[in-house]
């Protein structure tokens, strides 16, 4: 079994700042992409960034410039630094990524951190 654990989510004011981090656990061969995702209140769940095995980034253009998404491979752990935070950047954060197993890469979910931003 593959698990994907998120921390670092709570609540903060508006400009601040917050890490995310998504440990993967159990039998974890290699993980090729990791993304992370936001799913605001009766929203559908969004697409904010990615992550290659090699270090090659995507964003998605809303946060763009203000969140860094990073891995530590020997870890199994992406982390998602967000900066100059807004209300409504608001929403349970979720990471997502596509681990080896049995041959092949399957994709998993973590079950969600919160964040809330205060203006």
């Known amino acids: 079994q593959v698990q994907l654990v998120e921390s670092g989510g709570g609540l903060v004011q508006a400009g601040g700042s917050l890490r995310l981090s998504c440990a993967a656990s159990?039998?974890?061969?290699?993980?090729?992409?990791m993304r992370w995702y936001r799913q605001a209140p009766g929203k559908q769940r969004d697409f904010l960034a990615s992550i290659t095995s090699g270090g090659s980034t995507n964003y998605t253009n809303s946060v763009e410039g203000r969140f860094t998404i990073s891995r530590d491979n020997a870890k199994n752990t992406v982390y998602l630094q967000m900066n100059s935070l807004k209300p409504e950047d608001t929403a349970v954060y979720y990471c997502?990524?596509?681990?080896?197993?049995?041959?092949?890469?399957?994709?998993?979910w973590g079950q969600g951190t919160q964040v809330t931003i205060s203006s």
């Open positions: 159990g039998t974890v061969f290699s993980i090729n992409v």
């Open positions: 997502n990524a596509d681990v080896l197993r049995s041959g092949r890469y399957r994709n998993y």
